[in-house]
C-alpha cells in the first residue's frame, strides 16, 4: 500500500505544477488511471509471491486424471484416445492438417532438408543436443535445469525463490529455458512422420514424461517466466499433431500432454506478463501461448474464456507495438522477427480455423512483412541493429539466425502476392504452415524480380538505402518501448554496409545478456557500433547493473531523408550530449549515390566548446582491414570487392585499428576489427568520409570518386 500510496501522493505534488512534463516522465505518459493500475498490479503481485508458495503443492503432475477429466467437456463414456486420434478439427496449421502428403512433399521437394532433419532426430535421440550454435553431449537423463556449458543449476523451488542470475560466473538462464522450449520436439515429430519409425515417436514419449516428473508446475527455473512456458505450451500442442498418429502416442501419453497443456494454460492466466507502462514481446508470448490452448483444445472448460482473451488482447497489443509503418516498437531487427512469428502463427491459427479477423489487422501483418523485404540484405539475412537471442516461436527448419530470406515465401502465399516472391521454390516452413495449397498458390504467383528500393520507416528509425547489391541501413530511432531501452542498444545515427555479397561496415549483435554485464554492456556501447563518440561519452548513460534499460539521454530527429534514382540522403542528429557542461548536437548526413555506387558520411556538430570526438567504423569478421599512412582504410577479403574508407580531411585525425568482436550467434563471439579516427576540436566542426566500394583491379573508380569536389554536398 505504501507504493500506491507514494505514486498518489507524487502525482498530486507534481500536477499542480504548470510543468506537467514531470510527470510525464516520472510515469512514461500514463494517465492516472494507468498509474493506479500499475501501482496495483505491482501490489498484487507481490503480495501472491509472498502467498503463493505457502499454498501451492509440490507435486507432478499437479492434476489427476480424475481432475483431467472434470475439465474435459467430452462427456465420461467416450474414449479419450480414440476422440483425440479421429478429430479433424481445430487445426494447427494447413501442412499438419495433411500431414502425410505434407511429409511427402518434404522428401520430394526438400530431399535435403528431411535427410537433414533425420538426422537432428537421430542426434537427439542420442542426447547430443545443438543450442545457440554450441554442441551438447547429455549423459542419460536430460537434466532440465542445468545449463550445459557452465554446468550450472538452477533448483527446484517455487519459482518465486529460483533467481534468474545464478551465483556461479558465466551462467546463462537463456541455455536451460532454451531447452525447455522443447522447439525440438519439431525435428522428433517431422523425421518420424518422413520415416514413420516409432523410435522417434518413443523419444518423444520418453522425454515428455521425463519433462512432466522433473518440472511440477510453478516448480524450478522453466517458470520463472511466463513467456518460456507460453512458447513451450505452442511447441507441446503441435507435438500433439505431429504424433498422435503414431502406435506410441497411447492414452497415457495423451493424458501425460493433456495435463501439460491444462497446467501451462492455468500458469501463463496467472502469470501474464502485462504492465500499464509497457508490454513487450513476453505478454504477446503469453497471449499467444493462450491463444493456441485455447483454440485447439476446446475440450478444456476454459479454452473459450482464454482464447476470447488472448485473442482480444492480442489485436490491442498490435495496436500498440506494431508501428504504422510495420515496425516492431522494441527497436531491434531480431525482435521484428520474433514478433512477426507469433502473430503470423496465431493469424494462420485462426485462418485455418475460420476465426476471422479484421482487416486492418491483416494490413498491419502485411507491413511487417514489407519491413522485412525492405531490411534484407542482397543475401537474404538480417542486420544486427538491437538486441538479439535467436529467437524463435516454432523450427520448422534450422537455420543461421541471421537468416530472415524464408519470411517472404511465405508472404507471398499468405498475400498472394508477387512482390514478395523473390525465389523460384516455396521454403519448408511455408509447406508446413499452408501445405500443399500453399505450393500451388506459390507457383502460380508470376516471378516478378521485382527489387526492394531504399526507404524510410519513421516511426521505427529506420532508414534504408539500397540499389543492386549495395545497402546501407540506419538507425535514428529511440531505445524503443517508448524510450526505455529494454532491447536497443547506444546505435543512434549508427548504419551497416554491404556491397557485392557481404557485409562491410556491421552491427556487433548481442552476444550474453545475464551471463556476463561486462561483455553485455561493451556489445550495446557507442564505441562498438558504427557512430560518434563525444568526450568519452555514451551516446545513453549505461547502468552497469541494469542490462535490461538504457537511459533515454538522446532525443533524435531526422532532418531530411530524399530517395530518387540518382542518390538516396538522409540528414539526422541527436542531442545526447546536449547534457555536457558545454552542450553538443551530432548530425550526420549518409548521401548514397546510386549510379556512382558510393557514400558520402558527414558528421556535424554544433555547440560550444573543444570536445574529443571519436568516430567508430567496425569491421564484419573475416576482413583483412589494412590502415595506410595518410588514413586511407581499405578492408576486403579474398572476394573480389573492398571497401575504401577515406577521411577528406586526413591529416588532423588520428587514427588506429582496435579490437572488436561480432555475434551472429547468442552466445558466440567471432574476432573482428575496427577503425577509430579522432580529433580534438573546438565546435562548430564537421568531418567527412567517403566510403566506396570498388572491384579490385578498378582503383580508377577510387580516384575518379577522390577528385570531386563534395562542398556543395555536405552543406
Known sequence: MFYLLRLISDIGRRT???????????????????????????????????????????????ISDAELDSHLNIGRRVDLLAYFKKRVYPRFCGGLAEIGRSSELLIELFPHTASQVVWEADEIEKRRFFIFGREYQLDGEIDWHRDFSTGARWPLEHYTRVPIIHRQAG????????????????????????????????????????????????????????????????????????FRGSETFDEKLLRTLLKLLLEHGRFIRRNLEFSYRATSNHYLSDLAGLLFIGVLFPEFKQSR?????????????????????????????????????????????????????????????????????????????????????????????????????????????????????????????????????????????????????????????????????????????????????????NDLLSFELYADHRTFLIDPGTYVYTADRDWRNRFRSTCYHNGVMVDGEEINHIDERAIFALAADAEAKVNVWQSNTRYD???????????????????????????????????????????????????????DVQLFSDGVVIAGDEGATALALIPLQRAQLKREIVERFVSRVYGCKERSQGVVFSIEAAVPFENSFLLIPYKRGDEGKLERICSTDFSVATE
Open 569 to 623: 540522403l538522409f540528414d539526422g542528429e541527436h542531442n545526447a550530449y546536449a547534457r555536457l557542461s558545454n552542450p553538443v548536437v551530432h548530425r550526420r548526413v549518409m548521401r548514397f549515390d546510386a549510379l556512382e555506387g558510393f557514400w558520402l558520411l558527414t558528421d556535424k556538430f554544433s555547440g560550444r566548446g573543444a570536445h574529443r570526438f571519436d568516430f567508430f567504423f567496425n569491421f564484419d569478421v573475416g576482413l
Open 16 to 62: 499542480s505544477d504548470a510543468r506537467v512534463m514531470g510527470v510525464a516522465e516520472k510515469v512514461n505518459g500514463m494517465t492516472p488511471l494507468e498509474v493506479l493500475g500499475e501501482a496495483w498490479l505491482r501490489l498484487s503481485r507481490r503480495a501472491r509471491r509472498t502467498i503463493r508458495p505457502l499454498t501451492v503443492k509440490y507435486s507432478s503432475p499437479s
Open 171 to 242: 551462467a546463462d538462464v537463456k541455455v536451460p529455458w532454451e531447452l525447455n522450449r522443447l522447439q525440438h520436439f519439431s525435428a522428433l515429430g517431422i523425421a518420424y512422420n518422413v520415416t514413420q519409425m516409432e523410435k522417434y515417436a518413443e523419444d518423444f514419449s520418453r522425454q515428455l514424461n521425463s519433462w512432466a516428473q522433473s518440472n511440477p508446475v510453478e516448480f524450478g527455473v522453466n517458470w520463472t517466466c511466463a513467456m518460456e512456458a507460453a512458447l513451450r505450451a505452442i511447441n507441446l500442442a503441435m507435438s500433439f499433431f505431429l
Open 305 to 489: 474464456r482464454w482464447a476470447q482473451f488472448a485473442l482480444r488482447e492480442l489485436l490491442r497489443e498490435m495496436d500498440k507495438q506494431i508501428n504504422e509503418d510495420g515496425t516492431d516498437y522494441e527497436a531491434s531487427i531480431s525482435y521484428h522477427r520474433f514478433v512477426l512469428e507469433l502473430l503470423l502463427h496465431c493469424f494462420v491459427l485462426c485462418k485455418v480455423n475460420g476465426i476471422a479477423l479484421p482487416d486492418r489487422y491483416w494490413e498491419r501483418l502485411r507491413r511487417m512483412f514489407e519491413f522485412v523485404r525492405c531490411y534484407l540484405k542482397p543475401d537474404g539475412t538480417a542486420p544486427l541493429i538491437g538486441d538479439s537471442d535467436d529467437g524463435r516461436v516454432i523450427i520448422w527448419k534450422t537455420r543461421l539466425p541471421i537468416d530472415h530470406s524464408y519470411l517472404l515465401p511465405i508472404a507471398a502465399v499468405l498475400f498472394e502476392d508477387e512482390d514478395f516472391k523473390r525465389e523460384s521454390w516455396l521454403c519448408e516452413e511455408g509447406l508446413w504452415l499452408f501445405g500443399e495449397s500453399g505450393i500451388e498458390i506459390f507457383n502460380d504467383l508470376p516471378r516478378t524480380n521485382k527489387q526492394a528500393r531504399s526507404q524510410a520507416f519513421p516511426r521505427g528509425g529506420i532508414y534504408i538505402q539500397r540499389e543492386r547489391d549495395l545497402y546501407a541501413i540506419i538507425d535514428c530511432g529511440d531505445n524503443g518501448i517508448y524510450g526505455r531501452g529494454s532491447h536497443g542498444h
